[in-house]
Nanobody
Framework: QVQLVESGGGLVQAGGSLRLSCAAS????????MGWFRQVPGKEREFVTC????????YYADSVKGRFTISRDNAKNTVYLQMNSLKPEDTAVYYC??????????????????WGQGTQVTVSS
């Protein structure tokens, strides 16, 4: 069993930055990938970015390319999301997910086996 705990959300003005963290605990995470998704009320969970744990390769949604950066700390079993140049449309609850098995569809939330509780990010205009 893997537990994921997100932190770092909050209220920020447009153009500002936030860094989210997602710590995996319960057992040493030796899974395939971790990803960040976001969700606003009434909409489906939207892919933001993901990182393959061993290879370190990353993928981004077009809407966040050049502004957001995902990184990992293997020793701490933690993944980070650095968000710069934030826009009001980035406002959402951000979730991290852990995919235990190989998948070619890491943009799909069904590829992930564990989820954190979510952290609210609000960007004011």
């Amino acid at each position: 069993q893997v537990q994921l705990v997100e932190s770092g959300g909050g209220l920020v003005q447009a153009g500002g930055s936030l860094r989210l963290s997602c710590a995996a605990s319960g057992r040493t995470f030796s899974g395939y990938a971790m990803g960040w998704f976001r969700q606003v009320p009434g909409k489906e969970r939207e892919f933001v970015t993901c990182i393959r744990w061993n290879a370190g390769s990353t993928y981004y949604a077009d809407s966040v390319k050049g502004r957001f950066t995902i990184s990992r700390d293997n020793a701490k079993n933690t993944v980070y999301l650095q968000m710069n140049s934030l826009k009001p449309e980035d406002t959402a609850v951000y979730y991290c997910g852990a995919a235990v098995y190989y998948s070619n569809y890491l943009q799909d939330p069904t590829a992930y086996d564990y989820w954190g509780q979510g952290t609210q990010v609000t960007v004011s205009s």
